[in-house]
């Protein structure tokens, strides 16, 4: 497999040679790709509110399909095929952060509405995009980074020349789809460890054996993880022992609980009732700050922007442009757009049901004006960023505030209103995710030589085909638990359903939620991520403690690759795609046993069948186990060397 040089060090006519590139067995390979990262991280996204980027494990696995099955392939050909693939990670980020939000609300959605929710912001997203590639992707070129994305293009070249390192990202498939399966389908050991303090009250330490959540600390590293667990402890070593403390005295229920007692309630109910409506608080306000954060790089994007296009299409109408530099035209770009608005408008069921011209008409013009806005942001910030941290949290957030109050100021507060405020929060959160994933992909092409508008045709073709992968996995997941519980939280989608009913029904336990606010604007202060501390405030300790595992063997792993001379996170380790396989395996498996349990195949749950100490050494030994794996993979290169 040969590797052309990037834009600027190939020669004169480098950018018009024409590179297999735009291939059947490429974008085949994608779609496939795009299913199975799709439905891993909708899985992912609902246990844990986030989700990882599909780029650089879908390039390596592509380079490891096309050797399996002695197909000979171009750099680009890797490249067309993740950028494909990859366009199921920002349908999942949107779609999990609103849709289950309906199934709480007893509001179950069609199939095809969600299809369509996907499809419609994935367009919007992308053709938004379009016009920023030259002056975000090429003029920005030093100042903008796009981490993600030059780290694929470095991985592609590493592995140009056959499948090194891909074996890891199968065995850690394999590894999590294996646990996943002994937990979750024959209840072999308990799926956590829990330890209950002495003091303070109803104080409890807590650890699951997740692959997927120790894939994701490893990926996200230390410093995040471990924001994301300090929020998680001070909410069950800190808030719920002084609730229980201060509450025990209490003869009546406490709002916002109606039945119980506070001292008559465990940890969990405590933490279900009172301090989840902290870290909603504390969320709300984490991803509000970091949209104002990147207010100057709105505005100046918005100026760059306009005055980049002019510049862009000034140059592009002087003689032929080179393949590198083409994009697909300006009338698909402007169709696209208004197409999506026109579609939101006319088509009665894209918002839910019963819902006016006029409401239909106000939801149209609310994708048309936040998903442009965010869409700009999104490509910028990520630029910075990266995918992983792109606050799509605060943009959904943004836009339902903006267009609850619209509607709670006209009085349309019924059930039907809240779902088409929802709905609106979806497009516009695709739409702003697909736009930092297609940026990300063309940061990679244009540092490998790829042809733009093959690389926006793919991520329009993976769209439409993951759009239907991720939808079945939401509804199937919906089917099979309860969006909210303890085995899919769905944090993101019960945090937009908590402000949509506080803004259109004044149902929110304003206190709680305010005081966590001052929370998230303390972190803020204090000089950490807002959002990572509040989501670990709103999280269980035993996710976020399986999540900081994952990152302290990361930090194990940078500093073995330090004292080799080696610069860690440059993308030349294996530790990252065997954390990626294990959040792909879990996330398949997951997806295989909800299945099973929507058939009534298999039990939902069960007592473990190694119970007691024997249970609790069970989980130990797989959870170190898993470890020694993942320190194993860190120490090993993409090209089959060891540190």
């Not at 039990?603 to 030994?621: E, H, I, N, S, T």
Request: hydrophobic share 55%; charged share 10%.
């Amino acid at each position: 497999m040969s590797a052309p040089r990037a834009p600027g060090d190939a020669g004169p006519d480098a950018s018009r040679r024409e590179i297999a590139e735009f291939t059947l067995k490429a974008v085949a390979a994608g779609v496939v790709l795009g299913i199975v990262f799709g439905a891993a991280n909708a899985y992912l996204g609902l246990r844990v509110g986030m989700t990882v980027s599909a780029s650089i494990p879908a390039a390596v696995m592509t380079v490891a399909i096309f050797h399996a099955l002695r197909l000979r392939g171009t750099i680009l050909e890797a490249n067309l095929s993740q950028t494909v693939g990859s366009a199921s990670t920002s349908l999942a980020t949107g779609t999990i952060f609103t849709i289950p939000a309906l199934f709480m609300w007893g509001m179950v959605p069609p199939y095809v509405q969600v299809v369509v929710l996907c499809y419609l912001g994935a367009v919007l997203g992308l053709a938004a995009m379009i016009p920023l590639r030259r002056l975000l992707i090429v003029q920005s070129h030093d100042e903008l980074p796009y981490p993600e994305g030059t780290a694929c293009a470095e991985v592609l070249r590493a592995t140009a020349g056959g499948a090194s390192g891909s074996a890891w990202i199968f065995r850690g498939m394999a590894i999590g789809a294996g646990i996943k399966l002994l937990l979750g389908l024959l209840f072999l050991v308990p799926s956590a460890l829990h330890l209950a303090l002495p003091a303070p009250p109803k104080a409890v330490l807590a650890f699951e054996l997740a692959p997927a959540l120790v894939g994701v600390g490893f990926i996200l590293g230390y410093r995040q993880s471990g924001v994301l667990v300090a929020g998680s402890l001070v909410s069950a070593v800190v808030f719920t022992p002084l609730i229980a403390w201060l509450g025990a005295a209490a003869s009546a229920p406490v709002f916002p609980e109606t039945v119980k007692l506070v001292a008559d309630m465990t940890a969990g109910e405590i933490w279900a009732r009172y301090v989840r409506y902290l870290g909603a608080g504390a969320v709300a306000a984490g991803g509000i700050i970091t949209v104002l954060k990147g207010l100057p790089t709105m505005v100046g994007a918005f100026v760059a922007v306009a005055q980049g296009m002019r510049a862009g299409q000034a140059g592009a109408s002087k003689g032929e442009m080179p393949r590198t530099d083409r994009d697909l035209p300006g009338a698909f770009v402007i169709g696209a757009i208004v197409t999506v608005v026109v579609v939101a408008t006319i088509v009665p069921g894209v918002f839910g049901s019963g819902m006016g011209q006029v409401q239909r008409a106000i939801c149209a013009a609310g994708v048309g004006i936040f998903g442009i806005l965010f869409v700009t942001v999104a490509a910028r910030i990520v630029g910075i960023v990266g995918v992983s941290s792109q606050p799509t949290s605060g943009v959904a957030l943004i836009t339902l505030l903006g267009i609850a109050s619209i509607f709670a100021a006209a009085g349309w507060t019924d059930p039907e209103a809240r779902a088409a405020v929802l709905t609106v929060g979806t497009i516009v959160a695709v739409a702003a995710s697909k736009a930092g994933d297609i940026s990300q992909d063309l940061k990679t092409g244009y540092l490998v030589g790829a042809t733009p508008a093959r690389q926006q045709l793919g991520q329009l073709i993976g769209a439409s085909v993951a759009c239907w992968a991720v939808a079945a996995t939401v509804l199937l997941l919906g089917q099979a638990y309860t969006f909210g519980s303890p085995e899919i939280p769905a944090p993101q989608a019960t945090l937009m359903k908590t402000i949509i009913e506080g803004v259109l029904a004044g149902a929110l336990p304003w206190g709680l939620v305010l005081s966590g606010a001052g929370l998230g604007i303390a972190a803020f202060l204090c000089g950490i991520s807002p959002l990572a501390f509040a989501i670990g405030v709103y999280l269980p300790l035993s996710s976020m403690s399986a999540i900081y595992f994952g990152g302290c063997l990361r930090l194990l792993c940078d500093r073995r690759a330090s004292q080799a001379g080696r610069k860690p996170g440059d993308g030349s380790d294996a530790g990252v795609l065997a954390a990626s396989g294990l959040v792909a395996g879990e996330g398949l498996a997951g997806v295989l046993v909800a299945g099973l349990v929507a058939l009534q195949a298999a039990p939902k749950a069960m007592a473990p069948r190694m119970g007691g100490l024997a249970g609790d050494l069970g989980v130990a030994a797989l959870a170190l186990a898993l470890g020694a794996f993942l320190y194993r993979a860190g120490g090993s290169r993409t090209d089959g060397t060891s540190s």
